[in-house]
C-alpha cells in the first residue's frame, strides 16, 4: 500500500528500534503490572537493561469494563534524579506509531526530562504489540505497488478503488472484532487506565503529530485529569477528512517551496519543474536498480515526501531528484521504502495499516470518488506535486471500509483542565502550523497556550531551538507556564 498518511509519526525519517515487550528476569511489581526486561525481537536486539516491559489489559469495549480484554504493551525508564515527579507518558504519532519501538531511540532528546520523570509509552491498541493488525502479507504490499493512486482512466479508477476494498477486508479478517474498538476515544481512555495503575494522581503528557489529537481527547474525556500536557505537531482539531487533506497539501508545498528557495530556485519554477517529472514517470516508470520493482509516480512522489520531514534531509532530497531527472528511479525509491517501512529483505511494516484502521473507525466523512473528482482541481491549485494524490487519497483511503466512522471532527474542548502547553512549528509539512492555534482555541480560554516556532520540519522540540526546548522543560519540570503567543525564531 502506497497511500499517504494524512499526518504521521515525527520519528517517520528514522530506523525504528523494534523492542519486544513481557515479563523477563524481573518481577518488578507495580501498579498490578509485572514489569520485566523487554525481550528482543527478529528485527533488533532487546534495548539496554534501563528499559523495562510490561503487558496491560483493558476491556476490548469500554462500554463493557467487565467484558473481553486485550493486552496493552508498555515500556518505561525510570527517574534518574532524586525529585520524581511521577510518569511521563508519550505518544509519537501515527496514527499506528509503536511507542514501545520508539521510546528508546527518542530517550536521548528528553534526556533532561528524564531527571523527574519515569519515561513511558505504550503501543495502543491495533498497533504492534498491543493486538497489532495486519491487513496483507508482505508480497501483496509490493504487487500493489503497480497501483496507481492518481488514477487518470477508468480502468486505473476500478483498481485503485478495487484495491482499497481488498486493503480493507484484509484488516477485518485480520483484526475481528477488534476493528470497532481501536478509535482515538478507546486509546485515551486506555491513558487513563494506565495513569491509574502507574499511581498518577494527573496524566502528564507528551503528545506529538497524531498524539495530539489523542492528548487533546483525552483532555477532553478527562479535563479533571489533566497534569502537564505538550502537544507538538499539531493536528488542526476541526478539520474533516477533505481539511486535513488539504491542509496536508498546503504544508507539504509549503515546505517544498522553502526547500526550492534554499537550493537558489524559484519555487514556482522548480515545483513546475517536478510536477513535470512526476507525469513522466507515471507514463515511463523509471528503473530502479533492483530487479522485479521500478519508480512509480506514487512511489515518487512517496519519496519526496520523506525529506521534507526534516531541514537536515533536504540534500538527500536534491540527490534523488537529480538522479531521477538522468533516468534513476534508485534514489526516491529508497526514499519511499523508508517511508513504507521496507526493510531491505523485503519485509513490510505495519504502521500503515493501523493507522488506516484507526483513522477509518474515528472519521466519518467518506468522500465519493465523483465527489473527489470535482475536487480535485482544488487540491491541484493547492499543490500540482501534492495535490492530487492527496485529493484521490479522501475517496480511497477508507474506501468501501467494513465498520462506519464515529465522527467529522475530534472533540477536544477541556473546560476546568490546567494550561496545556501547544507547540507549533511554521514550517512543518505533515501537521501544519495553523492546527495548532485551532487546537489551542478548541482547548478552551485559560487550557490552550500557544508556543511558535519559526523553524522547519516536523515537530519543534529537539529541533535545534534552544527557546523552545526551554520552554517547554521548564513547564514540564518546573510547571511554568509560558506567555500565551510567545514566539521563538
Not at 528476569?25 to 509485572?34: P, T, V
Not at 526530562?113 to 501483496?140: F, H, M, N, Q, T
Not at 505495519?350 to 466523512?365: F, G, K, M
Amino acid at each position: 500500500m502506497t497511500r499517504f498518511p494524512r499526518w504521521t509519526a515525527l520519528a517517520v525519517a528514522s530506523a525504528l528500534l523494534a523492542a519486544g515487550c513481557g515479563s523477563g528476569s524481573s518481577d518488578d511489581k507495580d501498579g498490578g503490572l509485572s514489569w520485566g526486561r523487554c525481550k528482543a525481537t527478529a528485527d533488533a536486539p532487546a534495548p539496554s537493561s534501563d528499559w523495562q516491559c510490561a503487558t496491560l489489559k483493558v476491556p476490548l469495549d469500554w462500554s463493557d469494563p467487565d467484558g473481553e480484554t486485550i493486552g496493552l504493551a508498555l515500556i518505561r525508564a525510570k527517574a534518574r534524579g532524586d525529585d520524581p515527579a511521577g510518569s511521563l507518558l508519550f505518544n509519537f504519532g501515527g496514527p499506528g506509531a509503536s511507542g514501545v519501538s520508539m521510546m528508546p531511540s527518542y530517550a536521548p532528546t528528553v534526556s533532561k526530562l528524564r531527571e523527574r520523570y519515569d519515561l513511558v509509552s505504550w503501543d495502543p491498541r491495533g498497533v504492534g504489540a498491543s493486538e497489532g493488525v495486519r491487513c496483507r502479507g508482505d508480497k501483496e504490499i509490493q504487487a500493489a505497488e503497480s497501483v496507481d493512486a492518481t488514477p487518470d482512466t477508468p480502468a486505473e479508477e476500478k483498481a485503485y478503488l478495487a484495491d482499497a476494498t481488498d486493503f480493507g477486508e484484509g484488516c477485518r479478517k485480520d483484526a475481528g472484532k477488534l476493528m470497532a474498538h481501536v478509535s482515538t476515544a478507546d486509546s485515551a481512555r486506555d491513558m487513563d487506565r494506565i495513569r491509574q495503575v502507574l499511581g498518577d494522581e494527573k496524566m502528564h503528557y507528551f503528545g506529538i503529530s497524531y498524539g495530539t489529537e489523542l492528548g487533546g481527547t483525552y483532555a477532553h474525556l478527562f479535563p479533571e485529569n489533566v497534569g502537564r500536557m505538550t502537544l507538538d505537531a499539531v493536528v488542526d482539531p476541526g478539520a474533516d477528512t477533505v481539511g486535513h487533506a488539504k491542509n496536508q497539501a498546503r504544508g507539504f508545498q509549503r515546505a517544498l517551496n522553502d526547500y526550492l528557495e534554499s537550493t537558489g530556485q524559484n519555487p514556482e519554477e522548480g515545483t513546475r519543474r517536478i510536477a513535470d517529472l512526476l507525469r513522466r514517470i507515471d507514463t515511463r516508470p523509471l528503473p530502479a536498480g533492483t530487479p522485479g520493482r521500478k519508480l512509480t509516480q506514487t512511489l515518487a512522489v512517496t519519496g519526496i515526501i520523506l525529506p521534507l520531514y526534516s531541514k537536515d534531509s533536504w540534500p538527500t532530497l536534491t540527490s534523488a531528484l537529480d538522479a531521477a531527472e538522468r533516468g534513476d528511479g534508485s534514489e526516491l525509491l529508497s526514499l519511499a521504502d523508508r517511508y513504507n517501512e521496507r526493510g531491505p529483505s523485503g519485509r513490510y511494516g505495519t504502521t500503515t495499516h493501523a493507522q488506516r484502521v484507526i483513522s477509518c473507525l474515528d472519521d466519518r466523512q467518506r468522500p465519493t470518488p465523483a465527489e473527489t473528482k470535482r475536487l480535485l482541481p482544488e487540491f491541484e491549485e493547492i499543490s500540482p506535486v501534492f495535490g492530487t494524490f492527496l485529493g484521490w487519497d479522501t475517496a480511497g483511503w477508507c474506501h468501501d471500509w467494513p465498520v462506519p466512522g464515529q465522527h467529522d471532527t475530534p472533540e477536544v474542548s477541556a473546560p476546568g483542565a490546567a494550561p496545556v502547553l501547544v507547540v507549533g512549528n511554521t514550517g512543518d509539512p505533515a501537521t501544519p502550523y495553523e492546527g495548532a492555534r485551532k487546537m489551542a482555541d478548541e482547548l478552551g480560554k485559560g487550557v490552550g497556550v500557544m508556543l511558535t516556532w519559526r523553524g522547519e520540519g516536523h515537530g519543534a522540540y529537539g529541533s535545534g531551538s534552544d527557546c523552545v526546548d526551554s520552554t517547554v522543560d521548564a513547564y514540564l519540570l518546573d510547571g511554568s507556564v509560558p506567555r500565551d503567543g510567545k514566539v521563538c525564531s
